[in-house]
């Protein structure tokens, strides 16, 4: 066992637990975008930023790839965290505001200004479809490709895949492309409140066959909502 | 040359090659690296082989194709020795007349290198200010040595520090020799080598450990690994094999990127011949030891050269750091222990068992010891790799081996790291250069990159060209990294035209701070380290590009105005309309003989107008 301490509480946990783990553990709230419990850890977003202390130096690590270790000092909301993460949401709503996922969180910081140049972008390339790709369904189907600013996730040479068994588990673990808040206007890029929920999916015909696999279809229920709203 | 299947073999080789009256015939030393190749050192060899053939002079005056010798601001360049003559910037015509000379045994003095102070000839390379401040233990081999001839390493001491380990130390010994040195990594961050080997050396064997050198050079403007690799490879591969003998690892890769094809060719070719001689493989030298070293292309990521990236990178996969720890001593490639040391670390191994930790440790200053080479570039008289002592001043590099600023213009600042580091400004030259100090002024020592910036340099543009190297490189997998370099990149890009407000400068400063504590691995936590740098010590230059909208280096070509000076233009252009003609935009207008006029309405600010003139009539302001 490893005793460590976070927000002052003496702790003890299994090698091999990520400070992530061990916080949720203890009930001190942690939020997350590119994690989900059963995938790999892989530390893209940054969000899950905590402050650590080791030899009396304190450093930012995610807490979600960095293992606890022995007499480690963990915070989880120091005001040096807060301030991190809210730049990150920043960040995040400046590049991809119509995640709700997103959203909900920049508003969950009090994140009231976005004082970047407003894109919008479908995919923060968190990486959680390839990890549920390659982890879960075994298939290998996407990964990453080019860095830098030309990084984006596909399939190789951009072909329909042979390996792909339209399962949608990668749309199904996207925190940007999943639950879509198209409300926001381009002066206003943070919404608050959702009231537009649309899959985007339904655009995109690279999908149409993957949408129909699923079942219930997402775009299916959704119009079987939109005429209970109407007669409301 | 025969297999050597025991260290008595080996100290027999050694007296052949090195016989006592080596040396005393004269030798024309001509490099050939791909600096002295690109100003056209084939030439020059072909010619000294015709006329060395033709004049019968073979056997008399010998012949040796060197790596860089660093002076590239005199390529090609040609030494003569055994007095160490130095011909610089030699011309294909003069290279026939150096053989005749070197033949009579006289110094040509119309082809010397001459003092840009005093206009004196000076014959001697060591006389030479940009050599003789030098401390050249690790380039100075670089004259001795044929890249593609064991045999001329070995005639050196080479190979020496191997055998002598063999014959009689234990791993314990060699591991305390360096540390006893205070060797520091030279690849950037300066961690104890001696150290790392120890908790390498500790690490379990039972699946294999892996020693890596790391030749993934990739900052502008930076070539010292590139010069040591193709111009002494024999010395990496004897530091490695000692690394092995002192820490039991069982494979060694020598990852270099693809765009070094030279040093990927004389590595490889270095490898064949130890190989062959039974100084690498199975068994080597007759003992028990067995080590063998792997090259490893890489595709050019700077990404590549963070050592978990590189790992990945070995092993196959896509070139994206990970979290540590767990450190790469525990679980590197494979999983396995594997130790990562800079092409430079491994220069100075076989360096320091050969001369001792106490010679070593008496170059240098105390925690920072030995030599350190810097690619010296930028607006500065003297280019290319200077080695130099630690603890040397900034301002002793500059202007004593770098003969100061080009063109009379004041230094502004030297930026040191590469895109990592940051800019130290020329008031606090007196510096000393080492691990901690340069740290301290919020730059960083790195692998040992010096840019030598003067007045005429924007140093907005200096951090907007860094951030967009960054942006483009960073491997895009954490997301402070990839957004934060794009978004930084789009807020100097705003400065640099006049686009920007007090509020966006507070804002970089505050996403810089942030991206520096969140990031990822050294690459994003090290990117904006140039606009903090510049922050700290040039934030008038930033006020003056936001609040004026002007660049007081007129670098930045958006905050220009242009103007013609009509006096100028009639009294020495006569009109020429040079400057019309050229004008994109039709901003231009005046008749032959009368003066032109640029309306500012209509001007692009392209600057084409000022190219055109051949009378300095256009004026910046």
């Known amino acids: ?53 080791e030899n009396s130096k304190s450093r930012l690590v995610t807490s979600c790839t960095y293992p606890a270790t022995e007499g480690l000092q963990v915070r989880t909301a120091s005001s040096r965290v807060i301030s991190a993460r809210k730049m990150i949401l920043e960040l995040l709503l400046a590049s991809c505001p ?135 | 040359m025969k297999r050597l299947c025991t260290i008595e073999d080996f100290n027999t080789l050694r007296t052949e090659l090195s016989p006592p009256d080596a040396g005393q015939i004269p030798t024309i030393v001509i490099p050939a690296s791909t600096c002295s190749q690109a100003s056209g050192a084939n030439d020059l060899i072909r010619i000294a082989k015709r006329e060395l053939l033709g004049r019968g002079l073979v056997g008399r005056i010998g012949l040796r194709i060197t790596g860089c010798h660093g002076f590239c601001q005199m390529e090609p360049n040609v030494l003569i020795e055994p007095e160490g003559v130095f011909y610089p910037k030699v011309t294909m015509d003069n290279m026939a007349r150096i053989v005749e000379s070197v033949s009579r045994g006289v110094v040509l003095e119309d082809l010397l290198y001459c003092d840009p102070g005093t206009g004196k000839p000076i014959a001697k390379a060591m006389d030479i200010p940009f050599f003789a401040w030098q401390v050249r233990t690790i380039l100075g081999q670089n004259e001795k040595v044929d890249p593609t001839r064991i045999g001329t390493y070995i005639a050196e001491g080479g190979y020496k520090a191997l055998s002598d380990v063999l014959a009689g130390r234990e791993a314990d010994e060699v591991i305390g020799e360096i540390k006893e040195s205070g060797l520091r990594g030279r690849g950037g961050a300066g961690f104890p080598t001696g150290l790392k080997w120890e908790m390498f050396a500790s690490q379990p064997n039972n699946r294999g450990k892996f020693l890596v050198c790391n030749a993934d050079e990739g900052d502008p403007g930076a070539y010292m690994d590139r010069a040591v690799l193709e111009g002494n490879p024999h010395s990496i591969i004897e530091g490695m094999l000692i690394g092995a003998f002192a820490t039991g690892a069982s494979k060694g890769f020598v990852y270099v990127r693809n765009e070094y094809p030279l040093a990927i ?153 590469g895109p990592s580091g940051g800019c130290i400004p020329a008031n606090q030259f007196s510096l000393p250069v080492s691990f901690d100090s340069l740290a301290a002024a919020g730059s960083i020592m790195g692998s040992g990159g010096m840019i030598v910036m003067d007045a005429n340099t924007c140093m907005v543009d200096v951090a907007k060209y860094f951030m967009s190297f960054m942006k483009d490189e960073s491997c895009g997998k954490c997301f402070v990294c990839r957004k934060g370099t794009q978004r930084m990149h789009e807020i100097l890009d705003d400065i640099s035209k006049g686009q920007s407000s007090l509020e966006q400068l507070s804002l970089l400063e505050e996403l810089a701070v942030i991206a520096r504590d969140t990031s990822l691995c050294g690459l994003g936590q090290t990117a904006p380290n140039t606009v903090l740098g510049t922050l700290r010590y040039f934030r008038d230059e930033y006020i003056a590009h936001i609040e004026q909208r002007k660049c007081p280096a007129h670098v930045c070509r958006q905050l220009n105005t242009y103007r013609i000076d009509p006096d100028i233009c009639v009294l020495r252009g006569h009109g020429c309309g040079a400057c019309r003609r050229a004008c994109p935009e039709e901003a231009i207008s005046g008749e032959l003989k009368h003066p032109h006029r640029i309306d500012a309405s209509l001007c692009c600010k392209c600057g084409l107008c000022l190219h055109a003139c051949r009378f300095n009539a256009i004026i910046v302001e």
């Open chain 1, 1 to 53: 066992m490893i005793n460590l301490k976070i927000n002052g509480l003496n702790v003890s946990v299994e090698k091999g637990t990520t400070l992530l783990e061990a916080s949720r553990f203890l009930g001190f709230p942690i939020p997350t975008l590119c994690h989900v419990d059963g995938l790999s850890p892989y530390g893209a977003c940054r969000v899950c930023t905590v402050e650590i202390m």
């Open chain 1, 98 to 232: 119509q995640s709700k996922k997103i959203q909900d969180l920049a508003s969950a910081y009090g994140v009231r200004r976005q004082r970047f140049r407003q894109e919008y972008e479908d995919c923060i390339l968190c990486g959680l479809c390839v990890r549920m790709c390659e982890e879960q369904m075994m298939a290998k189907a996407i990964g990453f490709r080019g860095r830098g600013e030309g990084r984006s996730i596909g399939t190789p040479y951009d072909r329909k895949s042979e390996v792909c068994r339209t399962c949608g588990g990668c749309m199904y673990v996207c925190p940007a492309c999943q639950l879509r808040c198209t409300f926001n206007q381009a002066e206003n890029p943070i919404c608050g409140a959702c009231e537009n929920l649309s899959p985007p999916c339904l655009e995109k015909d690279n999908y149409d066959d993957m949408m129909c696999s699923m079942s219930p279809c997402l775009a299916c229920e959704i119009k079987q909502y939109e005429p209970l709203k109407g007669e409301k």
């Open chain 2, 265 to 417: 060719k004389n590595f490889g070719t270095a490898l064949r011949q130890a190989r062959k001689l039974g100084l690498l493989g199975e068994r080597i030298l007759g003992t028990g030891f067995s080590f063998d070293i792997d090259i490893v292309r890489g595709a050019g990521a700077f990404v590549c050269g963070e050592e978990t990236a590189l790992i990945r990178s070995i092993e196959g996969k896509m070139g994206e750091p990970r979290q540590r720890p767990p450190f790469p001593i525990e679980k590197g490639i494979e999983g396995k222990p594997t130790a990562i040391n800079n092409v430079e670390t491994w220069a100075n191994i076989p360096v320091i068992l050969r001369k001792g930790a106490g010679q070593f440790r008496a170059v240098g200053v105390e925690g920072n010891t030995g030599t350190k080479i810097f690619s010296l570039v930028g607006k500065i008289r003297n280019t290319g790799l200077v080695e130099v002592p630690m603890g040397m001043t900034i301002a002793d590099i500059v202007d004593k081996i770098g003969g100061g600023p080009e063109d009379g213009v004041p230094i502004k600042a030297v930026q040191t790291g």
